[in-house]
């Protein structure tokens, strides 16, 4: 059983910086392309971030705050947000091949 579980959001004032990270177990992470997605209230969830084995992608809207990494060591996946902005509140959520985490809230409000 594949389990993906999402953890470091929070309340942060703008300008701030979270750390996000999905932990994976039952499966190994260094050979699959993930990403992280995120969905605001009454908005579609969109794709924030990827990686895989050769390269990362970032939404336009993130792109220059946000990094997307990984540890193949500890099997998880990590989101660094920076200069974090109102509009970046969103529920968070980590996928890999079929599989989704539970979601992790972001809320950037002073």
């Known amino acids: 059983q594949v389990q993906l579980v999402e953890s470091g959001g929070g309340l942060v004032q703008p300008g701030g910086s979270l750390r996000l990270s999905c932990a994976v177990s039952?499966?190994?992470?260094?050979?699959?392309?993930m990403a992280w997605y995120r969905q605001a209230p009454g908005k579609q969830r969109e794709l924030v971030a990827g990686?895989?084995?050769?390269?990362?992608n970032y939404a336009a809207s993130v792109k220059g705050r946000f990094s997307i990494s990984r540890d193949n060591a500890k099997n998880t996946m990590y989101l660094q947000m920076n200069s974090l902005k109102p509009e970046d509140t969103a529920m968070y959520y980590c996928?890999?091949?079929?599989?989704w985490g539970q979601g992790t809230q972001v809320t950037v409000s002073s």
């Open positions: 996928y890999m091949d079929r599989w």
């Open positions: 039952g499966s190994f992470i260094s050979r699959m392309s």
């Open positions: 990686i895989s084995s050769r390269a990362t």
